[in-house]
């Protein structure tokens, strides 16, 4: 067999894109390899959300280039996020690319390595479908792969929010649903194959359903029929926007067991003028009526954000602003980045008021608190038994005599812990008395194995 090398940056699309051009490329005769050296194909599936991430293909790109000197039968693909911004600008730029090709051409990735290898000329593909249903259809599985104890589902593709300072509206298109029959389809095959938790994936999850989806099925409907998949134990989504989050969703959070009390809600800023000029739709005041109509519906339940610093136009008090939110909602954790003016975007055309020096000094002080808030949330859990869901050996036990265990709660807090006695295998939930914290890791020692416990209230003393 012939073998590929696939590189994946940017976010968890980008991840079931490359999962799923390994297992098409898989069937046409080409292996993943981990060694770069040895691959006939390599396909980098990039990311152009911020501009330091743009930085870091361009010099890796730059590092393929004397492979391809040396064999020049070696086919070179773009794919991903950048690929779809830049198109033929890549191939002037790096002539030795072989291929760019966007993210809806995913599906027709073997065609794209065919028609490359027959001719030297770079193809270029980043259409839009924009008639075209969006459905995954289902392949046969790699032989021997395991499926993730916690596996994604995409169930939305692409986005029409336009946040004035983001690139993926024009990087993944226009939003298009999948039928709920096929998530269905695939998220119990998942579980068949060994899946427990389900986390359904998207740029915006909760506008599921809201265009051309025949039969047509809210979000939260979608919610009630996947936890109902016998088998599944956590039901969890990424990304949800303030703005698409009915009331019925917000229920959900009560009536579903399996649905996790964890929710990941990007607010980007804690002033009202900085969200408009966002182009958020929505102002501080509704983000936190969210949060508490979500506290009274689920008490325990924790949220994490997305947060911007140095947006065109804020000032020291919009960013306090910022700060006193995350204090008052108090995240559990935090995605925190420096503004990044990107190309098509308006927010770029629009004047950088702070200094680089003034982000980055932003950038820490969000950086310190949230530190402190994840620290003052975990110290609640010392003494307290979590269920955890097992998903891996952790790196520390690789070199050790008694394994050591990564897992997730329900919270979703990483954490870790000893089998002196072996009975831990991935997929086990597990009963972990927490003893400790490091920033955003929790550890302690297994109490209790194999239990089967899908109630939320998870956390005893
Ligand atoms: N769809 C999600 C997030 C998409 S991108 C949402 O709307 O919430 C993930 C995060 O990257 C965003 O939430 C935002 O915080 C950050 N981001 C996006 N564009 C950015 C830019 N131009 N500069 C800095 N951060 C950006
Ligand atoms: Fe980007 Fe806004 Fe869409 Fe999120 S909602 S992907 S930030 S445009
Ligand atoms: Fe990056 Fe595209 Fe995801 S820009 S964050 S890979 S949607």
Known sequence: MKQVFLETHGCQMNVADTDRMEALLFHSGYLRTDAVENADLIIVNTCSIREKAVHKIYSLFGTYRPMKERNPDLILGLTGCLAQQEGENLVKRAPHINFVMGPDGVDRVVEIVQAASTSNEPRIWIEFDKHKEY??????????????????????????????FCVVPYTRGREKSRTADEICAEARQLID???????LLGQNVNAYGKRDLDPPVAFHELLYRVAEIP??????????????????????????????NHLHLPVQSGSDRVLEEMRRGHGVDEYLGLIQALKDTAPDIEFSTDIIVGFPSETERDFEMTLELMEKVGFSNSYMFQYSARPNTPAADWPDTSSEEEKKRRLQRTIDLQNRLTQEQGQRYLGKNVEVLVEGLSRRSENEGTPRWRGRTPHYWSIQFDDPELKVQPGD???????????????????????KNSRKNSVTA
């Open 429 to 451: 939930l597990v009963t972990v008395q927490v003893e400790g914290q490091r920033g955003q890791s929790l550890f302690g020692s297994m109490m209790d194995c194999h239990e």
């Open 135 to 164: 459905s995954i259809p289902e392949i046969a599985p790699l032989p021997g792969q395991a499926v993730s104890p916690s596996a994604f589902v995409n169930i939305i593709k692409g986005c029409d929010k336009f946040c004035s």
């Open 231 to 260: 088998g599944l134990e956590r039901l969890r989504f990424t990304t949800s926007h303030p703005r698409d989050f009915t009331p019925e969703t917000v229920a959900a959070f009560g009536d579903l067991d399996v649905l996790v």
């Open 193 to 199: 194959r060994g899946a427990r938790e389900i986390i």
